[in-house]
């Protein structure tokens, strides 16, 4: 029996401009962003579970608490939430820690967290993906309407994204004056090559 992936992320989101404890901002509704509350607020799960298992939970380590979204074989798991944003002069922050492996080469996973832009009847006009997958991994790439940053594996990191900036300088295939909301996603994600 093969067990081959696992792809775990845990995070803790805050964006600028925000009266919070570390979270809220850049003028828009995110709720629950520090998870200190129980992930129904706020937050959705999608799972599409071919093969394997998958976890989305709360966990508390020390003081602070985080999401963990994990997936293995088959699939993914996704934890979201939609947010208008009103002003794209704004920043989103966050702290996460990656992980993704495989011990057969046809499988590939990443782990990420996924900005995609909607405009206002929530239709995808394009995302940034945070990202680390095994060395195999394929599955995005950069294009007009999506940008990647590639991540290393060790320990806790800091991100910060510049929405407007990064609108301008990396994703010219948004016009940016249709954007409305925000999806922010934690995803594991896995494949394989010959499907499960």
């Not at 997936?71 to 002003?87: E, F, H, M, P, T």
């Not at 309407?145 to 407007?164: N, R």
């Amino acid at each position: 029996m093969k067990r081959i992936f696992i792809s775990l992320l845990l995070l803790f989101l805050f964006c600028s401009k925000c009266y919070k404890k570390r979270t809220g901002g850049f003028n828009s509704d995110l709720v629950n962003g520090d998870f200190d509350e129980d992930l129904t607020i706020g937050w959705q799960k999608k799972v599409e579970n071919y093969a394997g298992g998958y976890e989305i939970k709360r966990v508390k380590e020390g003081e602070e608490y985080y999401a963990r979204v994990n997936k293995d074989l088959c699939g993914y798991a996704q934890l979201y939430q939609i947010v208008r944003i009103s002003n794209l002069a704004s920043s989103l922050s966050f702290q996460a820690k990656f992980s993704a492996n495989t011990n057969e080469g046809d499988y590939a996973a990443a782990a990420a967290v996924v900005i995609e832009y909607l405009n206002h009847s929530q239709r995808r006009l394009g995302a940034t993906y945070f990202y680390y997958s095994t060395s195999n991994f394929g599955e995005w790439q950069n294009a007009s309407t999506t940008h990647l940053y590639k991540t290393s594996a060790s320990g806790w990191q800091e991100f910060s994204l510049d929405i407007k900036n990064e609108l301008g300088q990396n994703l010219p295939g948004i016009n940016s004056d249709e954007v409305a909301y925000l999806k922010i996603s934690i995803l594991a994600y896995c494949t394989q090559e010959e499907g499960c």
